[in-house]
């Protein structure tokens, strides 16, 4: 299974991006993709994720600013976020998992000005 992640880039305080992360390989039966992210100088935070039957779930942080779907003809997830804030520039990574497997894409880089 290969991740690759696009759509990282620089925006400004309250703007718009969209992270697109597309599938390839042995796609069968995600059960869950998610997007991670590692601010300097911070760990590793679950940004949002989603599972099977479409559940979701969020950080806080981004609650009703971010959301995350999922194309299973494309095998791609998206990471639509809107009201940026500087705080949330970081690499953003996606991820799937498959059975007890976990596959993880290349980072994007996400710049906020103020």
């Known amino acids: 299974v290969q991740l690759q992640a696009f759509g990282g880039g620089l925006a400004q305080a309250g703007g718009s991006l969209t992270l697109s992360c597309a599938a390839s390989?042995?796609?069968?039966?995600?059960?869950?993709r998610g997007w991670y992210r590692r601010a300097p100088g911070k760990g590793s935070e679950l940004v949002a994720r989603i599972i099977s039957g479409e559940n979701t779930n969020y950080a806080e942080s981004v609650k009703g600013r971010f959301t995350i779907s999922r194309d299973n003809a494309k095998n791609t997830v998206y990471l639509y976020m809107n009201s940026l804030k500087p705080e949330d520039t970081a690499v953003y990574y996606c991820n799937a998992e498959q059975g007890s497997s976990v596959y993880w894409g290349q980072g994007t880089q996400v710049t906020v000005s103020s």
């Open positions: 390989g042995s796609t069968f039966s995600f059960n869950a």
